[in-house]
Each structure stands twice: as structure tokens, then as C-alpha cells.
């Protein structure tokens, strides 16, 4: 059975902007100041980044949120 990741607009998304600005994924990490497993896991749509972790994100990358995601993905459900 193939698994299926929630995150996968944000993955796509990332990965672009990633590859775009020379970036690779260890040196990604170290600039956001997170394990590689941290940044692997973002890049596979495994899971996302919290508010504060993409804000350093945006900062690191030099885009807006919109560029990086959908702001439905960080919608809250109660």
C-alpha cells in the first residue's frame, strides 16, 4: 500500500524554492538551525514546520508565506 502525505503542496512547494536559490537540504538545516531529519521529514510531506520554524523558514528562503504554502494547511480544527 502506498502511503499518502498530507503536506504534499508544501513539499512541492518547498522543493522549488529550495533548488531555486542553490540550496540543498543539509545546508538548509543548518541555516534554520534544525536537524536534517527535521528537514527531510518537511521535504517528504511528512509533516510541516510550526509557526515559529516557518517563520524562520520564510526568513532563511527570502519569501513570503504565500510563495511557500497554503494558508489552509495551518488552519486550526476544533
Avoid at 518537511?42 to 517563520?55: A, F, I, S, T, V
Avoid at 526568513?59 to 480544527?77: G, H, I, P, T, W
Wanted: charged fraction near 25%; aromatic fraction near 12%; glycine fraction near 2%.
Amino acid at each position: 500500500m502506498k502511503k499518502v502525505y498530507p503536506y504534499r503542496p508544501f513539499r512541492l512547494r518547498l522543493y522549488e524554492v529550495v533548488h531555486a536559490q542553490d540550496f540543498n537540504l543539509r545546508m538548509l538545516a543548518e541555516l534554520v538551525d534544525v536537524p536534517y531529519q527535521t528537514i527531510l521529514a518537511w521535504n517528504q510531506g511528512r509533516c510541516m514546520p510550526k509557526m515559529g520554524m516557518l517563520l524562520e523558514l520564510l526568513k532563511v528562503l527570502n519569501v513570503r508565506f504565500e510563495d511557500l504554502l497554503d494558508a489552509s494547511l495551518y488552519q486550526r480544527k476544533f
